[in-house]
Each structure stands twice: as structure tokens, then as C-alpha cells.
């Protein structure tokens, strides 16, 4: 378990390990021509000094809170390190936001200065100033915001800097993290240096293991979930302090994703279950349009055993894979396996996913291909992850157990409570919400989840979004939407049915796995207005639901649904920067195609 820390900041182990190990590589930035160029830890200390000066030299103070609003670039670290080494506290704005959620975060956090990525962001924030009479700075990165401000900053002394760094201490506030609104206003939760450091020390002392492909190499990673999310937060520190190599990536998209994989090759990443699924789903139609659709399921198969085994083996209730198995394994990893492992860059055999439940099988599958997925639960709240499977047991289906210094209760509602000193103290300027859910230091996370005889959690849905039907009956969506989403036509699923006689569905499909699937049937591509017309393509998706329905009573089991034209996006609202559905938003956009189902 991580010791509380006593004294110091988060900025503290940049300068430690530039003075320990000036030439190691720390991260890697890509350059103009799109390049990845490394960048040793004395370079980075000495951007985030120059920097910090020039933080001062505009009037950045110690306490004050500067908006960073970007997608996730190596500038944002820069900024952060920087905003903490002179004791500023930072406030992430999702790079999505509207006018009126930029104005109420940036007037809530009482900020004074923000940086943005590009003139639409800045054009955002323009468009609420004169509403923001406590805003005073505004920074562009495109337009050299860096640049300026180190020129600013040439003439303040490093003391001057150093003094405000001795100054922080864990106690310190070190970033004010909005919740990301599935539902009403968005909260600033307050999140400490002591809360970042328990978490991320945590976090790098258990799971350095597999940081790496083999013992001894260099720990990398890309990170490529938004920085204005606290999962991705939790990456950036923990990389920067469990010397990783970190490289950025602006694009949650397997489009944008999967190139820059290959060109870092980084050792591990940290992800949402939608990349694991765009991985598997794109090899297995690489497979189709290869006439091999027959050897990748098998393969698939074998797996899937192989990896039921070795799970069965590491908890004591089976002897391992057998020697036939283990044959077919090894012949699978030369053919299909490494495909899978070379689309991700190579050397990656360690992954971690949080942000929504990964289906059981597909956990398999990758660990089976050589890829261990451990899969964590955490809110914005605990600081990121408050549980996660351990190296040396996973429990595929599971969030794992709770973190070592973390407590997990399940309430008598079914409700998950956790403790420990990644809890955060509390919502700005909100007690009343605080109130609400720390009881004692408790966490009321407002998720419901069970805890098996080895102590791992199942997360089964949320308090909220328990859809109670007319008839009395209540249904939790969660497990229901991800079984439909298990097939590979289906990009998104959500469930309805609250205080109506029954429960229905809103499907969106893969555009890219429709166009595989036509070319295969050797049909032509459809209009979004065709495909939802389509009776292959209906078929197909009843046939998802089918198969979730067998998994439910009949009173839970989706009677009717409609497939929908268009994916549920965040640029619309429809989704939190983690991919979250958002629910009343979705519903009150589709309110006549959900009152069609009812007819």
C-alpha cells in the first residue's frame, strides 16, 4: 500500500527526476512532420520551468485556477506541471463543450486565466466573456501560447518559481475535475496533490508489472482517453511519476488510434472497452474479406479456453490448459494472434480498461491472444480507479478487488460505498451535494455491484438508471445494452421502458462494420435512410437482441426496438467524453421514435 504522502506536490518528482536520471526518456512528442521525437526528463523540467516563469510573469498566482480546454496533447501535461509548480490549481473543460457549459464551469471555479487549444475554443469561450469578469488571460496553443508565455517568463528567476513549488503541500488542491453530466449540472469535484499522489503511487507500485512486454524494457504508453477526463488525468501522473514513457494521441477513434499505436509501440495502455472492441471487430473482418472467417473463429475459440483455463488454474479450480490445448494455443498465436497484437504496435501484453464494463468473452479473447486486460471501477470522485483485477489473478467480468488502501461496502440497497485516501474532500462550493454522498468519508458512488467470496466486485448498473416499468417490474439496462452491443453491427444500444408497459430498445450501427458486412454479401452500400429500412440489417440486429434476451426474464427482456440513422456522438450531447450514454438526453432527443415503440 502507498504511504500517505507529507510533504510536497505533484510538480516535486519532475525535478526529482531530472536531477536522478537527466538523460532517461520521459515522453515522446510528435514533431511537425509527424515523427515521434523523445524528450529526456532534464528537457521536460526544463519546459515546465520555462513555462512556470512565464505563468508568473502573467500574473498566475499561487491558488489561482487557469481552464486548460484541448484535446489530449503533450501540451496539456506541460501545462499541468507547469500550473502545479507554481501552486496554481488546474480545471480541465471538455474540449466539446457548448458556450453555456464553458460559461458555467469557468464561473463556478471562479477561473482567471484559461488555455485553449484552437480559435473554435477560443471563439467558445469569447462568445460568454463578457459574462466572465474574473476571467483575465486567455492562451492559444495554436497561436504560440507556449512560446509567448516562455518569452514572457525569461526574466523571472527559477527561485521565483521554486519558492511557490516548497509552498504546495498534499493538502493542496491541485485541480477542480467537473463531472461529466450524464445527468443535471456538472460538479466540480475537488481533487488534492495527496489525493493524486496515494492514487497514482497505488497504482504504479502494484501494477508495475505490467507496465512492460518482458522484464527489464522500457515502460511506454499512449494515452489517447481526454485529459479533461479523470481517467485520463490518473494516466498522465501515473506515467510522469512511475518513469513511463508517455506519448499523446487527440483522437478517441480507431481510425486515428490504431497508426499511432504501431509507430510508438507502446508497452501497455489504459482504455475504454470500445477500442477492445474496435480491435477485435476489425480483425475479424480483416479475417472475412480474407476468406479465413472459419479459421479466426476458431481461433477465437481457442482463446477464449485457453484463457478460461489459465483463469481456472490461478484461482485453484482447474489444473490449466491441457496439452492439446496448449498445442492448438501455439499454433493460433502464430497465425491470428500476433496479427491482433501487431495491430496494437507489438509489444503490448498489458492492458487496462475502466470507464464502462468489458463483456466477459472478449476479456478472454485477448488474454488468450496474449493481451491481459485488467479491468478496474472508479468515478471522477475517488480520484479514477478505487478497484482493479490484480496481476496475478484476473477474474474476467469482474472490476477486480478494491486497490490496496481502499475499502469497498455494499450498502443494503445494493449500493457500491468506498474509503480511502483517493476520496476526494468534496464538490466546490457545494456542501449540500457533498453531503449527499460522503458519509464519514465514505463514497456513495450511486453504483449498484455485488462482491464475490474472493472479494471481487461486479458493477451491475446504476441507482439512477433503474427502469421501472409500468407494471412494477425493475430492470437494471446496463447488462441488457451491452449484450446487444456484442454484436459486430452494433455500435450502441440504449434501453427503455420506465414507467411504460415494456422494455424497448434505440440501436445504432457500425457504419464501418455494415460496409464489411454488405461488401461480403456482395451488396452495395446504403444511405443511412436505406439501412435503417434494411431487413438483412433489422434481422441481424434482432437477432443481438434475441440473444440478450435469453440472458433476462421475460418481464426484462426487450419486446421492440428501432434502429436509428445516426450514432448517439458527444458533439450532439448524447455522450459523456468517456463514451457514456447520456440518457434524458438521448431520450428527449429521440422522444418520437421512443413514443413509436409504445404504439
Not at 84 to 92: D, I, K
Not at 195 to 210: C, G, I, L
Request: aromatic content about 8%; overall charge negative; proline content about 5%.
Amino acid at each position: 500500500m502507498a504511504a500517505a504522502p507529507h510533504v510536497g506536490g505533484l510538480a516535486d518528482v519532475v525535478f526529482d527526476h531530472a536531477d536522478e536520471d537527466p538523460h532517461r526518456v520521459a515522453l515522446g512528442r510528435k514533431d511537425s512532420d509527424g515523427r515521434w521525437q523523445d524528450v529526456t526528463s532534464a528537457a521536460f523540467r526544463d519546459e515546465v520551468l520555462a513555462l512556470a516563469r512565464g505563468l508568473i510573469a502573467h500574473g498566475v498566482r499561487f491558488g489561482d485556477r487557469v481552464a486548460l480546454m484541448s484535446r489530449t496533447r503533450y501540451e496539456w501535461t506541460l501545462f499541468d506541471f507547469a500550473l502545479w509548480a507554481v501552486g496554481a490549481q488546474s480545471v480541465p473543460v471538455y474540449p466539446t463543450s457548448s458556450a453555456e457549459q464553458v460559461l458555467w464551469m469557468l464561473h463556478d471555479a471562479e477561473v482567471s486565466a484559461v488555455m485553449v487549444e484552437h480559435e473554435d475554443h477560443a471563439m467558445t469561450v469569447a462568445s460568454v466573456i463578457d459574462r466572465l469578469p474574473q476571467l483575465k488571460r486567455l492562451w492559444q496553443l495554436d497561436a504560440g501560447a507556449v512560446e509567448e508565455l516562455v518569452e514572457s517568463g525569461a526574466h523571472v528567476e527559477d527561485e521565483v518559481v521554486h519558492r511557490h513549488r516548497r509552498a504546495v503541500t498534499p493538502e493542496s488542491v491541485a485541480t477542480i475535475i467537473y463531472t461529466s453530466g450524464t445527468t443535471g449540472r456538472p460538479k466540480g469535484c475537488v481533487l488534492t496533490h495527496a489525493n493524486f499522489m496515494f492514487e497514482t503511487q497505488t497504482m504504479a507500485s502494484r501494477w508495475e508489472s505490467v507496465f512492460h512486454s518482458r522484464p527489464g524494457d522500457e515502460a511506454a504508453t499512449l494515452l489517447f482517453l481526454p485529459l479533461s477526463h479523470v481517467f485520463g488525468r490518473m494516466v498522465e501522473v501515473t506515467a510522469v511519476r512511475g518513469r513511463v514513457k508517455l506519448g499523446h494521441q487527440p483522437e478517441l477513434s480507431a481510425k486515428a488510434l490504431m497508426p499511432d499505436l504501431v509507430s510508438f509501440r507502446p508497452t501497455f495502455i489504459l482504455a475504454v472497452p470500445y477500442i477492445f472492441e474496435k480491435v477485435f471487430n476489425g480483425a475479424r473482418r480483416k479475417a472475412e474479406a480474407e476468406g479465413r472467417t472459419g479459421p479466426f473463429d476458431k481461433a477465437v475459440d481457442i482463446a477464449v479456453k485457453y484463457a478460461e483455463a489459465m483463469e481456472a488454474r490461478a484461482f485453484g479450480t482447474g489444473p490449466g490448459p491441457s496439452a492439446a490445448l496448449r498445442m492448438q494455443h501455439q499454433f493460433f498465436d502464430k497465425v491470428v494472434y500476433k496479427k491482433v497484437r501487431d495491430a496494437m504496435g507489438g509489444r503490448i501484453r498489458h492492458a487496462m480498461s475502466g470507464g464502462s464494463g468489458m463483456e466477459r468473452r472478449l476479456g478472454l479473447f485477448f488474454a488468450g491472444a496474449g493481451v491481459t486486460v485488467y479491468e478496474g471501477y472508479g468515478l471522477t470522485e475517488s480520484t479514477a480507479a478505487a478497484t482493479a483485477n490484480p496481476p496475478e489473478r484476473t477474474r474476467y467480468g469482474t472490476v477486480g478487488q478494491p486497490i490496496p488502501g481502499t475499502t469497498v461496502h455494499i450498502a443494503e440497497d445494493g449500493e457500491v460505498w468506498l474509503y480511502g485516501a483517493h476520496v476526494f474532500g468534496g464538490y466546490l462550493g457545494d456542501p449540500k451535494a457533498t453531503d449527499a454522498v460522503v458519509h464519514d468519508g465514505w463514497l456513495a458512488t450511486g453504483d449498484l455491484g455485488a462482491l464475490d467470496e474472493d472479494g471481487y466486485l461486479t458493477i451491475t448498473g446504476r441507482k439512477k438508471e433503474i427502469l421501472v416499468t409500468s407494471g412494477g417490474k425493475s430492470v437494471s439496462p446496463a447488462a441488457l445494452e451491452e449484450r446487444v452491443r456484442a454484436h459486430p453491427l452494433v455500435a450502441q444500444c440504449i434501453v427503455v421502458g420506465n414507467d411504460r408497459p415494456y422494455i424497448a430498445a434505440l440501436v445504432t450501427v457500425d457504419q464501418e462494420a455494415v460496409e464489411h458486412w454488405l461488401t461480403m454479401q456482395g451488396r452495395q452500400s446504403l444511405t443511412p435512410a436505406e439501412l435503417v429500412r434494411d431487413p438483412d440489417v433489422e434481422m441481424e440486429v434482432r437477432r443481438a437482441v434475441v440473444a440478450a434476451n435469453t440472458a433476462v426474464s421475460q418481464a426484462e427482456s426487450i419486446r421492440t426496438f428501432r434502429i436509428l440513422a445516426h450514432p448517439f456522438s458527444e458533439e450532439h450531447g448524447l455522450l459523456t467524453p468517456s463514451l457514456k450514454l447520456k440518457r434524458g438526453a438521448i431520450e428527449a432527443a429521440y422522444e418520437t421514435e421512443v413514443a413509436a415503440l409504445y404504439r
